[in-house]
């Protein structure tokens, strides 16, 4: 390692610890990951109250949440691409100012159409800042415990963030106001815009492709149709001609797009890197992961509030001991991936999170159940960023440097839809099975989701294959 400690070539030393300048870079990097997740769930607490203040209609307060997940999930793989052509840095830095920026009109905005295009804009900065800030981790870290390590705190730190985001946005709109959840980015923003230039390095560009525009604008708008329909779905349900019609929409352009990979000279994603199955596969169960436990927020929040009759605030409370237990989970993942290997990791992570939610699937109307549910969620919490830390080191795995963007947009992809699938058909589930009260509804989902986990162990364990390093 030189000086920088991450332009050189990576010692066998640095395999195993952080050098000082690699530490800092990991906490900017970190910092910035966190204060993305948080955004996610920030304001869900505060929608009724931005409705009045901007005088929203209440059925279109769904879009100041769907505007952020369509542009955070749809460009997400263009930017992965673009952070491997044009430079991580670059992008990450681009990222951070267009955040800031969306934040203050956030902030400030007095009308709905400012706020629209301030989370549009949020959005597009969580695609552009993600995928390059975990693609300056993996390129910063060779493989090894150390990488494993950052990968774990990078999983605990985005699992606690989405936690986070739905505690603090309540407190902010109830002590001061929901305008702050907006502020506090602004000078999150300046603080990393002051000091990433200093500390982050990536190593020098070699030859640089040209950029698939024809492949780069079909998965984009697939992926946006995809999530449209999904988020559709959640509030108007699966029938909806708004749900399908989208989803129809996305397949046919997810086919288009793999017809434009398979001939063109240099495409945006090589059809090389889906063969694999660390990639293909592991991306598959981040997806599950990110989508089972969620959701399960979601179940646990309806049922602490309208079956137990707890408050919002008091039932984000309790939801924060599941978020304690991800960032455990995302503290010990890297010990767990060393003894057993990132394979072996993401099915015990399953397996463990499915025996975890399936009590939950029995419970009862009485306060008597908190108790157990805490338990539980907790350990379920703990195994499921298990799974993701494992998934991550797994999807990025012996992928070469000059696609680790890409690599890291599909991780980024993954996590964005699974947080965007799941609500929606867990709410399905509820609304179909529940009869006059919505308890049965709530059981059945559950049940299901802990069934999903057990589907997940089942297709890592069978069809991920690691490949034995070269003699």
Same mark, same amino acid.
């Given at each position: 390692?030189?000086?920088?400690?991450?332009?050189?070539?990576?010692?066998?030393?640095?395999?195993?610890?952080?050098?000082?300048?690699?530490?800092?870079?990991?906490?900017?990097? &970190?910092?910035?990951?966190?204060?993305?997740?948080?955004?996610?769930?920030?304001?869900?607490?505060?929608?009724?109250?931005?409705?009045?203040? /901007?005088?929203?209609?209440?059925?279109?307060?769904?879009?100041?949440?769907?505007?952020?997940?369509?542009?955070?999930?749809?460009?997400?793989?263009?930017?992965?691409?673009?952070?491997?052509?044009?430079?991580?840095?670059?992008?990450? /830095?681009?990222?951070?100012?267009?955040?800031?920026?969306?934040?203050?009109?956030?902030?400030?905005?007095?009308?709905?159409?400012?706020?629209?295009?301030?989370?549009?804009?949020?959005?597009?900065?969580?695609?552009?800042?993600?995928?390059?800030?975990?693609?300056?981790?993996?390129?910063?870290?060779?493989?090894?415990?150390?990488?494993?390590?950052?990968?774990?705190?990078?999983?605990?730190?985005?699992?606690?963030?989405?936690?986070?985001?739905?505690? +603090?946005?309540?407190? /902010?709109?109830?002590?001061?106001?929901?305008?702050?959840?907006?502020?506090?980015?602004?000078?999150?923003?300046?603080?990393?815009?002051?000091?990433?230039?200093?500390?982050?390095?990536? %190593? %020098?560009?070699?030859?640089?492709?040209?950029?698939?525009? %024809?492949?780069?604008?079909?998965?984009?708008?697939?992926?946006?149709?995809?999530?449209?329909?999904?988020?559709?779905?959640?509030?108007?349900?699966?029938?909806?001609?708004?749900?399908?019609?989208?989803?129809?929409?996305?397949?046919? @352009?997810?086919? !288009?797009?793999?017809?434009?990979?398979?001939? !063109?000279?240099?495409?945006?994603?090589?059809?090389?890197?889906?063969?694999?199955?660390?990639?293909?596969?592991?991306?598959?169960?981040?997806?599950?992961?990110?989508?089972?436990?969620?959701?399960?927020?979601? +179940?646990?929040?309806?049922?602490?509030?309208?079956? @137990?009759?707890?408050?919002?605030?008091?039932?984000?409370?309790?939801?924060?001991?599941?978020?304690?237990?991800?960032?455990?989970?995302?503290?010990?993942? %890297?010990?767990?991936?060393?003894?057993?290997?990132?394979?072996?990791?993401?099915?015990?992570?399953?397996?463990?999170?499915?025996?975890?939610?399936?009590?939950?699937?029995?419970?009862?109307?009485?306060?008597?159940?908190?108790?157990?549910?805490?338990?539980?969620?907790?350990?379920?919490?703990?195994?499921?960023?298990?799974?993701?830390?494992?998934?991550?080191?797994?999807?990025?795995?012996?992928?070469?440097?000059?696609?680790?963007?890409?690599?890291?947009?599909?991780?980024?992809?993954?996590?964005?839809?699974?947080?965007? /699938?799941?609500?929606?058909?867990?709410?399905?589930?509820?609304?179909?099975?529940?009869?006059?009260?919505?308890?049965?509804?709530?059981?059945?989902?559950?049940?299901?989701?802990?069934?999903?986990?057990?589907?997940?162990?089942? +297709?890592?364990?069978?069809? &991920?294959?690691?490949?034995?390093?070269?003699?």
């Amino acid at each position: 390692m030189t000086a920088t400690g991450i332009s050189a070539p990576p010692s066998a030393a640095s395999a195993d610890r952080f050098t000082g300048p690699q530490k800092i870079a990991l906490a900017l990097l &970190l910092t910035a990951n966190f204060t993305l997740a948080v955004d996610f769930s920030i304001l869900n607490v505060a929608l009724p109250h931005i409705g009045r203040d /901007l005088d929203f209609a209440t059925a279109a307060l769904q879009w100041i949440v769907t505007s952020f997940a369509l542009c955070a999930a749809g460009f997400t793989l263009f930017f992965g691409r673009v952070a491997d052509l044009f430079g991580r840095k670059r992008l990450f /830095l681009a990222g951070i100012v267009l955040l800031g920026v969306s934040s203050l009109a956030g902030g400030l905005a007095q009308d709905p159409a400012l706020m629209l295009a301030a989370r549009a804009g949020q959005g597009v900065a969580t695609a552009m800042v993600t995928p390059a800030a975990l693609s300056l981790m993996t390129t910063m870290l060779p493989e090894g415990p150390a990488r494993s390590r950052a990968l774990g705190l990078n999983g605990a730190l985005m699992a606690a963030g989405f936690t986070t985001g739905a505690v +603090l946005g309540g407190v /902010l709109t109830g002590t001061v106001s929901w305008r702050w959840a907006f502020f506090i980015n602004v000078v999150i923003a300046v603080a990393v815009i002051a000091v990433a230039p200093f500390v982050l390095r990536e %190593p %020098p560009a070699g030859r640089r492709p040209r950029l698939d525009a %024809p492949g780069a604008v079909t998965v984009t708008l697939a992926l946006v149709a995809l999530v449209l329909g999904i988020d559709t779905a959640g509030h108007a349900g699966w029938t909806h001609a708004g749900a399908w019609g989208p989803i129809l929409a996305a397949t046919v @352009l997810f086919v !288009i797009f793999w017809r434009v990979e398979s001939r !063109i000279a240099e495409p945006l994603i090589a059809p090389a890197l889906l063969k694999r199955r660390t990639v293909a596969w592991g991306n598959l169960a981040g997806l599950l992961a990110f989508a089972t436990e969620t959701s399960l927020v979601f +179940l646990l929040t309806l049922y602490l509030q309208e079956v @137990l009759g707890y408050t919002a605030v008091t039932a984000g409370l309790i939801l924060a001991v599941l978020g304690i237990g991800t960032v455990l989970g995302g503290l010990i993942a %890297p010990r767990v991936i060393g003894r057993t290997g990132a394979r072996t990791a993401i099915v015990v992570g399953f397996v463990v999170q499915a025996a975890a939610t399936l009590p939950l699937a029995f419970v009862g109307d009485d306060r008597g159940w908190l108790v157990p549910l805490l338990v539980v969620t907790f350990l379920g919490g703990v195994a499921n960023l298990v799974a993701i830390v494992g998934y991550t080191v797994m999807s990025t795995a012996g992928v070469p440097s000059e696609q680790q963007g890409l690599a890291t947009g599909l991780v980024t992809m993954s996590q964005q839809v699974g947080i965007t /699938l799941g609500t929606p058909v867990m709410s399905a589930l509820v609304t179909g099975w529940a009869a006059t009260t919505l308890l049965p509804g709530l059981r059945f989902a559950i049940g299901v989701n802990a069934g999903i986990a057990v589907v997940a162990a089942l +297709l890592v364990a069978c069809f &991920l294959r690691v490949p034995k390093p070269p003699a």
